[in-house]
């Protein structure tokens, strides 16, 4: 009986967690490359932050950038003056 309710458990739990790992892969967004700030600036006209904190070095904007750390790692290309803000206007 106890090895029954050992390989019963054990089931159980590899199941389960086999379960939440295709969920937590299945909740992650997938990130877009843009070729350009112009593409870029159609969909977030004030560009990508990496953190809601980093301030910008340039000055004024006109617009407030979205905050996505993923978003930004992908498209840092586009950060020319390297203040953690891609594309910013």
């Given at each position: 009986?106890?090895?029954l309710f050992t390989v019963v458990l054990s089931f159980t739990l590899v199941f389960s967690l086999s379960f939440y790992t295709t969920?937590?892969?299945a909740a992650s967004p997938k990130t877009k490359t843009y070729a350009?700030?112009?593409e870029l600036n159609k969909v977030y006209p004030g560009g990508v932050a990496r953190s809601a904190s980093i301030k910008n070095k340039g000055g004024k904007t006109k617009?407030?950038?979205f905050v996505s750390q993923a978003l930004y790692d992908t498209n840092k290309k586009s950060d020319r003056d390297k203040d953690l803000i891609a594309c910013e206007r």
């Amino acid at each position: 009986m106890k090895r029954l309710f050992t390989v019963v458990l054990s089931f159980t739990l590899v199941f389960s967690l086999s379960f939440y790992t295709t969920q937590v892969e299945a909740a992650s967004p997938k990130t877009k490359t843009y070729a350009n700030c112009k593409e870029l600036n159609k969909v977030y006209p004030g560009g990508v932050a990496r953190s809601a904190s980093i301030k910008n070095k340039g000055g004024k904007t006109k617009y407030k950038p979205f905050v996505s750390q993923a978003l930004y790692d992908t498209n840092k290309k586009s950060d020319r003056d390297k203040d953690l803000i891609a594309c910013e206007r």
